[in-house]
């Protein structure tokens, strides 16, 4: 299916509740580090609940660690920067949504480097973002209607 990449995650509770998404829609779920706690976290554990055994998660030390482990990977960033509406794009099964950091979202030379690929989701001005768990649930469920629900009940 598709894979959910967070960079530098901070808070537990949201990487439980985007596993919990990762198992209930196939996805694969990477991690890159460093985290800002523990993956035997209580918190982390609870918000997954009992289903961390359906998802394939992968652990990186850093970017680079995981840019070198996909190099033929297609990235779409997600970020209040971009310029594009996450509903913009065709995305394919494979493809890799990276979202960035709770307090500190995605480096700036990665975004400049990647506008194409840049997307977010439409607020109102006011807002500074979403959620983190919740901006997953938004670009994973899109991006699963255009390939029609496939592989799900």
């Not at 990449?5 to 949201?14: A, W």
Request: charged share 20%; proline share 5%; hydrophobic share 40%.
């Amino acid at each position: 299916m598709f894979n959910i990449v967070l960079y530098e995650p901070d808070i537990p509770q949201n990487t439980g509740n985007i596993a919990r998404l990762c198992a209930a829609t196939g996805c694969h779920l990477h991690l890159i580090g460093p985290l800002g706690f523990s993956l035997q976290d209580r918190y982390l554990k609870r918000a997954g609940l009992d289903y961390w055994h359906l998802v394939d998660v992968h652990v990186y030390d850093n970017l680079e660690d995981f840019k070198a482990k996909h190099p033929a990977g297609k990235l779409f960033y997600v970020t209040t920067k971009g310029k594009r509406y996450y509903t913009d794009f065709a995305h394919k099964p494979g493809d890799f949504f990276v979202f960035g950091s709770e307090t500190k979202g995605l480096p700036e030379e990665l975004l400049t480097a990647n506008q194409e690929f840049c997307m977010r989701i439409p607020m109102i001005s006011d807002a500074r973002c979403l959620n983190l768990s919740n901006s997953v649930a938004v670009v994973v469920y899109d991006a699963l209607s255009k390939q029609m629900f496939k592989g799900l009940s």
